[in-house]
């Protein structure tokens, strides 16, 4: 009886045993040094990994690219928290939209994807400031960002207060996606290796995200690179793109971690544009030929982009010097292209992924439609001029002095600066500044004299009658987001202007915001405007409307394409929807991804605006055209190269730091 009894409660303890192990192991991930392997929910483990940023990418269609990136062979997928986007001004947060963080952690959850979290505050990735919020130009003009300035440190401490509960919440160990969490991003790229910076990170994040959370970091491949880029506590990740010998980028990893997982956290599949230089391009052969080699060693890789998606808005980013915007689109030449579609590249990534990782039995799903509308007729609404009442309702701002766009607390987009004539100026007279960030249009009483351009063109000749209006508007085409330049990053026009030597004072400041016009306010307003005025092959900037052809079908509407062919430099927004900025002159890309979303069904008017600073055909009596069309073009090549020539040559030592 006795001997049944004590089997029975062997038994009994061995079943209770293994539930407690399954439990354990069960919402684990960790960090295997003698098996140099990451451990999830008690088996080893090896990510296969592709970017996505969900701020670039409409979130009707985030389920569609991560099942795609599934339907790949990847298990994880790796995003940024852009922080300007989620706190656009000091203490109001934003987590709807594109910036619907939860949303998309649960997305990837629910396709079966784990999330490799890189949490900023800085982020880099070709995104306005690098991901910082604006506002922090106005606490202090004079603030060194990613380091231990006071000013800085409190409101990364005020953002990480609200962003790490988010994360911890949405942790693989805690029921969560989220395998780990990056802080700040190569940190040892940047001239301040601010140690106490890291180590308030880490200890924020840490205490944020409990003792259990995996925190690491990622950096260049290069030692100098890593030993400002990490510290105690963090697991040390590098980043290299296609090259012949993963094995030995891997032993920079090595010499900061002896043991445990190799990591690329970024495998570069393509690279990235800016506008004037021809669209980045890696060759499939040179990606999945090192790919191969990565996957051999054993390695987890992420590769960046695996869907680069859309800068969509003013949301892109700079490089400098020489002062270089990012482009709309940011395709990045990767496997699934900025809409989405699946590309040759994608085919040929999930072949070599194949020969480790038994690819999912799904299908491919299938790449969007896309609609061919054809021509819009646009008609010309007003001048920018003449349409403040409606761009910038607000009381305008009285200076002495011309005032930056944070001074004014003004982000992004375009502003107004307004004097008048205090002279005749009966022959062509210098107009100088070197301070306008980045484009100013100038005009006198609406008659375009020229252009200033940063670090370009800093004088403009102008005649006119004391008192009529000078007008610049300038262009912010974005802050630059890496490297020591962006301590450089306030816009507008940020020093003094003078007209033949003098200074020129009295200045009223408009801050432009293109969402108010949109189908209905023209007729709202009944706007009153003479015309573009033309002069020196320059037209008054102007807003152009104009309603979408989409044919009343059940199966309409489709994601479609802008083309602004013969139209020069602008701002585009389809039913209120901030689309980008479009520059099919100056190249690579010529067209606007409009993705299906923000088109409302053919019953419906779906109306586009735009914003043109340069010149038309158009004038204030003829119609103009712009085009919907079903064939993107990115990577018309600009004013100056040749077709043959790519400015990105394969293998492309991607750490040639500016
Ligand atoms: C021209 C300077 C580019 C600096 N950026 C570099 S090296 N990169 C690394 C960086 O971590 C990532 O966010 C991206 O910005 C990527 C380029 O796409």
């Not at 192991?25 to 140099?36: E, L, V």
């Not at 690219?65 to 934003?94: C, S």
């Not at 491949?221 to 506590?233: H, L, M, N, S």
Request: charged share 15%.
């Amino acid at each position: 009886m006795a001997d049944r009894r004590n089997s029975i409660l062997v038994t009994f303890f061995c079943f209770i045993s293994f539930i407690y192990i399954c439990e354990c192991q069960n919402d684990s991930f960790t960090i295997d040094y003698n098996g140099n392997t990451f451990i999830l929910d008690g088996k080893p483990f090896r990510a296969i990994s592709g970017s996505m940023h969900y701020s670039r990418t409409h979130p009707y269609y985030w389920k569609d690219r991560l099942m795609k990136m599934v339907a790949a062979g990847l298990n994880t997928v790796q995003t940024y928290v852009p922080w300007n986007i989620h706190e656009p001004t000091q203490g109001k947060y934003d987590f709807t939209g594109l910036a619907n963080l939860e949303l998309f952690l649960q997305t990837a959850q629910d396709v079966g994807l784990k999330v490799l979290m890189r949490s900023g505050p800085y982020i880099c990735g070709e995104w306005e400031y690098g991901g910082l919020p604006a506002w922090l130009l106005t606490i202090n003009p004079n603030m060194v960002v990613r380091t231990m300035d006071p000013d800085y440190i409190k409101a990364v401490d005020g953002w990480y207060d609200v962003l790490l509960p988010i994360l911890k919440k949405y942790l693989h160990i805690n029921g969560g996606p989220i395998l780990m969490v990056q802080i700040e991003n190569e940190y040892g790229s940047y001239f301040a290796c601010d140690y106490d910076y890291l180590r308030f990170l880490y200890q924020k994040a840490r205490t944020g995200l409990g003792e259990k959370a995996i925190i690491y970091t990622t950096d260049g491949d290069g030692d100098a690179y890593v030993k400002c880029g990490t510290v105690e506590g963090c697991y040390v990740t590098i980043d290299f793109g296609p090259t012949s010998n993963p094995a030995s980028n891997f032993q920079v990893q090595r010499h900061f971690e002896p043991k445990g997982p190799l990591v690329n956290s970024e495998f570069y599949t393509g690279w990235l544009d800016h506008w004037g230089n021809p669209h980045a391009h890696t060759a499939i052969d040179t990606v999945c030929n090192s790919l191969d080699k990565i996957l051999a060693l054993g390695a987890s890789v992420n590769m960046y982009m695996f869907e680069g998606g859309t800068n969509f808005g003013y949301w892109n980013g700079a490089n400098a010097p020489p002062y270089q915007p990012v482009p709309t689109s940011y395709d990045y030449d990767s496997p699934l292209n900025e809409t989405g579609d699946i590309t040759d590249k994608y085919i040929a990534i999930r072949q070599t992924i194949s020969k480790y990782q038994k690819l999912p039995e799904m299908p491919i799903p299938p790449n969007t439609p896309k609609g061919n509308y054809g021509d819009t007729d646009m008609n010309f609404v007003a001048t920018v001029q003449d349409a403040l009442s409606v761009l910038s309702p607000n009381q305008p701002v009285s200076s002495t002095y011309p005032l930056t766009m944070e001074q004014i607390k003004f982000y992004y987009g375009f502003i107004l600066y307004r004097t008048k004539l205090p002279t005749d100026i009966t022959t062509p007279t210098p107009l100088i500044t070197g301070g306008v960030r980045d484009r100013g249009y100038v005009t006198i009483d609406q008659v375009p004299q020229g252009i200033f351009i940063r670090d370009d063109t800093t004088q403009v000749n102008i005649t006119g009658k004391q008192g009529q209006y000078l007008d610049i508007l300038v262009e912010n085409t974005g802050r630059i987001g890496f490297a020591t330049l962006m301590n450089y990053n306030t816009k507008g026009i940020i020093a003094n202007v003078t007209l033949n030597g003098k200074i020129l004072t009295d200045w009223t400041i408009y801050p432009i915001s293109l969402e108010n016009i949109n189908g209905t306010t023209i007729f709202q307003h009944n706007i009153k405007s003479t015309g573009p005025k033309k002069n020196k092959g320059l037209q008054t900037p102007s807003i152009f409307i104009g309603k979408i052809p989409i044919p009343a079908s059940s199966d309409e509407p489709k994601d479609t394409f802008l083309d602004p062919t013969n139209w020069t430099k602008g701002q585009a927004l389809v039913n209120g929807f901030n689309l980008g900025r479009y520059w099919p002159v100056m190249g690579p890309q010529v067209t606007l991804y409009v993705p299906k979303p923000v088109l409302k069904e053919p019953s419906k008017l779906n109306y586009l605006v735009v914003l043109e600073l340069e010149n038309t055909t158009c004038t204030s009596s003829s119609v103009c055209k712009i085009s919907f069309t079903d064939i993107p073009v990115i990577n018309k090549i600009p004013p100056g190269f040749h077709s043959n020539i790519r400015n990105i040559p394969e293998g492309y030592p991607y750490h040639k730091r500016v």
